[in-house]
């Protein structure tokens, strides 16, 4: 009770205003997009794409940008595991992957020597800053560079030279992976080179794991310090993202011990503080719903500056998701622990004890849903 009365206080003060009206993010994962797929998604003011479609589909990318000239395009970057095997219509994947395969050294292994896996069919890769190195462009012992070396370099010469976008999507930016090697099927522990007598050795592990994590973001603002850099899960780590999503909002995953309803604070305070870096370029944080509740989620989102509303993945876009509230007149408020917002045309508001929220407008209407 005492983190929630914390972060009560700071919501309360929710820095400098700034009028925002409403933003909608589409998340499209697959690795093909069809002309009439891409004008499905016309309305959204952001679309995620698999890096896959610019090589599939790239006609749909400029169809997408042509029903909408304001559009941002993201691409979707996931580092940290690949699907093993890898899909036949992802033909950039299919062909890292199989480069990934001669280098068992990149793979992360737990304690019985076998590759961990986090997510089902993909498998989790060495992303530390100290993972082996290998031969890969020279035979010289001195030019050895290893995973997180070598997919940076790939992910920008192949996908952001090849086509123009005006961010990325990271996922899996976890702050530590000491927890992996007892995650979900994986229960052999972490081999990681560190004897399991050092009483450092989570420290040892996690500090390398963010080195690795921050020297691929890095690279990708040194390539184009323009792109904006949103990464997934919603913690507090990693500066060079200008901000953060948030996956099954309200994330629960931030506090483990958290209930849905101690999370929703937490995710909004969190999602208050991006960028953390006033000088990489202003991003904005992503609220993604939860299958059931979409209103909820998009009620939320428009209690904070530049935040993203954006519902499941894969789905066109729907006249559900416009408010129509135009832009904001000050910043939230709260009274009894129900949250609201001033809008042109209405009211927001949220109560997230009961996990309801509603908007009130100008002429009377009251929605819900």
């Not at 993010?25 to 003011?45: I, V």
């Not at 976890?174 to 090697?181: F, L």
Request: net charge negative; hydrophobic share 35%.
């Amino acid at each position: 009770m005492k983190k929630i009365l914390i972060i009560l206080c700071f919501i309360g003060v929710i820095g400098i205003f700034e009028s925002k009206a409403q933003i909608t993010t589409e998340h499209w994962y697959l690795p093909t997009m069809s002309l009439e797929q891409a004008h499905q998604l016309k309305g959204y003011d952001e679309v995620i794409v698999d890096p896959e479609v610019i090589f599939n589909n790239r006609a749909s990318l400029d169809a997408l940008r042509l029903d909408n000239k304001n559009v941002k395009i993201y691409c979707y970057f996931n580092v940290v595991e690949w699907f093993n095997p890898m899909f036949d219509d992802k033909p950039w994947s299919k062909n890292i992957v199989a480069f990934l395969n001669k280098h068992e050294e990149w793979f992360l292994h737990g304690g019985n020597g076998e590759r961990i896996s986090f997510w089902p069919g993909m498998q989790t890769m060495n992303c530390a800053i100290n993972c082996p190195g290998a031969n890969v462009y020279s035979t010289e012992a001195d030019e050895k560079i290893n995973y997180i070396n070598f997919i940076s370099e790939r992910f920008i010469d192949d996908i952001l030279k090849t086509y123009h976008f005006d961010g990325v999507v990271t996922d899996n930016l976890w702050p530590k992976i000491d927890w992996i090697g007892y995650y979900g099927v994986n229960q052999s522990g972490l081999d990681y080179g560190i004897a399991k007598d050092d009483s450092r050795r989570s420290e040892i592990l996690n500090e390398a794991w963010r080195a690795g994590m921050s020297y691929c973001l890095n690279q990708i603002k040194k390539f184009d310090p323009s792109l904006i850099i949103i990464g997934n899960p919603g913690n507090m780590s990693y500066p060079q993202c200008s901000g953060k999503m948030f996956e099954n909002f309200p994330e629960i995953y931030l506090n483990e011990a958290d209930t849905i309803f101690e999370a929703w604070y937490e995710n909004i305070s969190n999602a208050s503080m991006w960028p953390l870096d006033k000088n990489i370029p202003a991003g904005h944080c992503i609220f993604n719903a939860r299958k059931n509740n979409y209103f909820f989620t998009l009620c939320s989102s428009m209690l904070l500056n530049g935040v993203s509303f954006s519902y499941l993945q894969n789905t066109k876009y729907e006249e559900k998701y416009k408010l129509n509230l135009g832009s904001a007149l000050g910043p939230s408020k709260i009274s009894n622990g129900i949250y609201t917002r001033s809008y042109e045309k209405g009211i927001v508001m949220v109560d997230p004890y009961a996990k309801k929220s509603w908007v009130v407008y100008q002429d009377g209407r009251t929605r819900k849903e």
